[in-house]
């Protein structure tokens, strides 16, 4: 037996002032803004059950649309339990396939032809009438840019016209061949006697259109509609939604600009700036109020918010934090992403000491491909993590075929292209050459996208191994392949969650690093119009006010060990962080400080450029200044630690940050620690050890300067964290 309904005044004190006006403002048109974290869904939900307990509302009345099955059942659980249980909640999906399968029959006759699960099979028909060559990634990125075409209105004659100033790009295809696969794809499916999901809009827009009953009917069952996440609706469904309106206005709609992150499938920001436009006489709310996050964190959101490529969001909203004040926002960079990965992991592997369930923590990158150093440094640790809307990398289909064709070049000897040195990266390359892998990026983003940056992953770390052993072979990647695979199997159950940024849309954790925000990144390299930089911006916002308690925003200088340190963190930190400091370091949001003197080199006096030479302290076209005996000791050890350890030698230390140590030989735990490289873990781990290499080397120099022997002047380098 369901509890008695609150009543309308139990229901209006549970709110904030701006919640209370969304609840009592019952009558349309009604446009709430509502900010990342402001209880939005709190908001309509009190708002429907307000109405339902005033009697404005009768339940069957009322549609309520959202975007996922999951917020239908969120809001649909809410209602109930406000004493509102006969309201209708369905995605725009849903609700357009309960009306096309009960007004089918009666307009066309038959039955509504049956919903396909897939456009692939059918994808892969088109293609081949076509005469084209597609694989899988190009195959779904094929079938998004259909949904997009369908949901904006666009046919298969009108796409080689609409896509190009649209900026739609297929990656190895022209906009006129898309048009035809996308012609035959129709066919395809008109033959089969299916539909697709963007059909079940179309439908029922067109049973609206072709029927004056049908409208009617529609109309009379629902008076009051509320969308929420209207940001992202397309053109389509603000279509069907006009034609389930007729010519009323009962309408409340719930979104924010700045999460608009889903124009590639047919999502505008104007869609909330026109509402008063198409709605004359609407009214305006704005929640503002954040009770999700602390005041750092929602104040590095409202400082990337406030600058855009062109313009500011429309009708966007600054949040007020409502929480207690937490630690500060960490922004952190480092010489090379398998140097980032292993502060990520060890920065999370901190927090879980000190209490934080894993399942409360998350890590969040742009593209998928990123994740492969984030998977190999949380497993190495022990730290057990799940994907999130992607698989693990190895267990990719394209990174298995890959690791195949390695192994198989590999068992076939020298003959099949083995190579040494930078070698092993070309034949690398010429290996994965034979599934079409170019060593230049293809142009635009999807998957095919997606599969290059997952393929070249593997190249990086061919480069990794050449960088530890300039004579490392195929063999010995395969090897150390199957090492990273191996070390990846840690339980997932309650673990970190490992996601993408779009993933991660309508979700929270106490802790969040945004992993991998450099230039190139983010923004994404194919990002070049100001349009799709704004998005990137709305997207880093987005992943910022995932996290409640604490933020931590990583980046590298270089993709590899010893790689050219040449990326800068995103220009969307640029409010708060001082770029040219920004390099191989730790810092917290905050204001922007004055430039400091850049790092020079000790030698020549020239500025230092990446990671590598702010290590040492030294450009590289001076001479080294160490011992050639001491650095060759501290490799030796090196190589012992990486064997008992079974991980490359780059992972227990960087050749750059050997070179560091080698030349300015630290006498004590401090001035080890000065080193860029030798973070807290490491120091813990091998500060000791280090020490005892170099004390033999330590005491000829103290007895060089008790007989008058100049020591050698070293320089001290600033510690990356």
């Given at each position: 037996?369901?509890?008695?309904?609150?009543?309308?005044?139990?229901?209006?004190?549970?709110?904030?002032?701006?919640?209370?006006?969304?609840?009592?403002?019952?009558?349309?048109?009604?446009?709430?803004?509502?900010?990342?974290?402001?209880?939005?869904?709190?908001?309509?939900?009190?708002?429907?059950?307000?109405?339902?307990?005033?009697?404005a509302y009768a339940p069957a009345e009322v549609l309520a649309v959202t975007f996922t099955t999951r917020a239908a059942g969120e809001m649909r659980s809410r209602l109930t339990a406000l004493g509102a249980p006969g309201v209708q909640v369905r995605t725009f999906h849903a609700a357009a396939l309960r009306q096309a399968r009960y007004f089918w029959p009666k307009v066309y006759g038959?039955?509504?032809?049956?919903?396909?699960?897939?456009?692939?099979?059918?994808?892969?028909?088109?293609?081949?009438?076509?005469?084209?060559?597609a694989e899988q990634a190009l195959l779904r990125d094929l079938a998004g840019e259909i949904e997009w075409a369908k949901v904006s209105n666009v046919r298969p004659d009108d796409y080689p016209r609409l896509a190009p100033g649209a900026g739609r790009v297929v990656a190895g295809l022209d906009a006129a061949s898309v048009g035809l696969v996308f012609a035959a794809y129709e066919e395809v499916k008109r033959e089969r006697v299916r539909i697709d999901m963007e059909d079940l809009l179309l439908v029922a827009l067109a049973l609206l259109d072709d029927d004056d009953r049908v409208a009617a009917q529609v109309r009379r069952q629902y008076r009051w509609f509320t969308v929420d996440e209207y940001q992202d609706v397309s053109p389509v469904q603000v279509a069907l939604l006009q034609r389930w309106l007729g010519d009323r206005d009962d309408l409340c709609?719930?979104?924010?600009?700045?999460?608009?992150?889903?124009?590639?499938?047919?999502?505008?920001?104007?869609?909330?700036?026109?509402?008063g436009r198409r709605f004359q006489g609407a009214t305006r709310l704005s929640l503002v109020r954040n009770y999700r996050s602390t005041p750092q964190v929602v104040a590095l959101a409202n400082a990337v918010a406030t600058t855009t490529t062109r313009a500011p969001a429309p009708d966007g909203v600054t949040l007020r934090a409502q929480r207690d004040a937490g630690p500060e926002v960490v922004l952190h960079g480092s010489p090379d992403e398998v140097v980032e990965a292993d502060w990520v992991a060890a920065e999370l592997d901190r927090r879980r000491r000190a209490g934080t369930e894993l399942r409360d923590m998350a890590v969040l990158v742009r593209i998928n491909a990123q994740?492969?150093?984030?998977?190999?440094?949380?497993?190495?640790?022990?730290?057990?993590y799940t994907l999130r809307g992607a698989h693990r990398f190895f267990?990719?289909?394209?990174?298995?075929?890959?690791?195949?064709?390695?192994?198989?070049?590999?068992?076939?000897?020298?003959?099949?292209?083995?190579?040494?040195?930078?070698?092993?990266?070309?034949?690398?390359?010429?290996?994965?050459?034979a599934m079409n892998h170019p060593a230049t990026p293809p142009a635009g983003g999807g998957q095919v996208r997606d599969r290059w940056e997952s393929l070249h992953a593997l190249v990086g770390v061919a480069e990794e191994l050449v960088v530890a052993d300039p004579g490392a072979a195929l063999p010995g990647l395969v090897a150390e392949l199957d090492r990273r695979a191996d070390v990846q199997d840690a339980p997932v159950a309650q673990g970190i969650t490992l996601?993408?940024?779009?993933?991660?849309?309508?979700?929270?954790?106490?802790?969040?690093v945004l992993a991998g925000m450099h230039e190139g990144?983010?923004?994404?390299?194919?990002?070049?119009?100001?349009?799709?930089?704004?998005?990137?911006?709305?997207?880093?916002?987005?992943?910022?006010?995932?996290?409640?308690?604490?933020?931590?925003?990583?980046?590298?200088?270089?993709?590899?060990?010893g790689g050219r340190g040449n990326r800068s963190p995103t220009r969307f930190l640029d409010s708060v962080i001082d770029r040219s400091q920004a390099a191989g370091r730790a810092a917290t949001a905050g204001p922007r400080r004055r430039a400091k003197t850049p790092s020079h080199c000790r030698g020549c006096g020239r500025a230092l450029r990446g990671g590598a030479q702010l290590k040492v302290g030294r450009c590289a076209e001076c001479p080294?200044?160490?011992?050639?005996?001491?650095?060759?000791?501290?490799?030796?050890?090196?190589?012992?630690?990486?064997?008992?350890?079974?991980?490359?030698?780059?992972?227990?230390?960087?050749?750059?940050?050997?070179?560091?140590?080698?030349e300015q030989m630290p006498s004590d735990a401090a001035g080890l620690a000065r080193i860029a490289g030798v973070g807290r873990v490491k120091l813990e781990r091998y500060g000791s050890d280090l020490l005892a290499q170099l004390r033999p080397a330590q005491r000829r120099l103290d007895d060089s300067a008790d007989n008058g022997v100049a020591r050698p002047v070293t320089g001290r380098v600033r510690s990356t964290g």
């Open positions: 037996m369901l509890p008695p309904p609150p009543s309308p005044d139990a229901l209006l004190a549970a709110l904030d002032p701006e919640q209370r006006a969304v609840a009592e403002t019952l009558v349309g048109p009604v446009c709430v803004v509502a900010g990342a974290g402001t209880g939005k869904t709190r908001a309509i939900t009190h708002r429907i059950a307000h109405g339902v307990a005033t009697g038959g039955e509504l032809p049956e919903l396909a699960t897939s456009k692939l099979p059918f994808l892969g028909e088109a293609v081949r009438r076509q005469r084209i060559r709609v719930v979104g924010d600009p700045w999460q608009t992150i889903y124009t590639f499938a047919g999502a505008s920001t104007t869609h909330l700036a026109e509402f994740t492969r150093s984030l998977e190999e440094a949380l497993g190495a640790r022990g730290l057990a267990d990719r289909s394209e990174v298995r075929q890959a690791v195949t064709l390695l192994r198989g070049a590999a068992r076939a000897g020298p003959g099949a292209g083995d190579g040494e040195g930078e070698g092993l990266v070309a034949t690398t390359l010429g290996v994965l050459a996601a993408t940024l779009h993933a991660a849309k309508g979700l929270e954790w106490d802790v969040v990144a983010m923004p994404i390299v194919h990002a070049t119009t100001a349009a799709a930089v704004d998005e990137e911006r709305r997207l880093f916002y987005v992943g910022i006010t995932r996290a409640r308690r604490e933020l931590l925003v990583s980046w590298a200088s270089a993709r590899t060990p080294p200044s160490y011992d050639e005996a001491v650095f060759a000791r501290l490799r030796d050890w090196r190589r012992e630690q990486a064997a008992q350890q079974h991980v490359p030698a780059y992972c227990v230390l960087t050749d750059a940050t050997l070179t560091a140590i080698a």
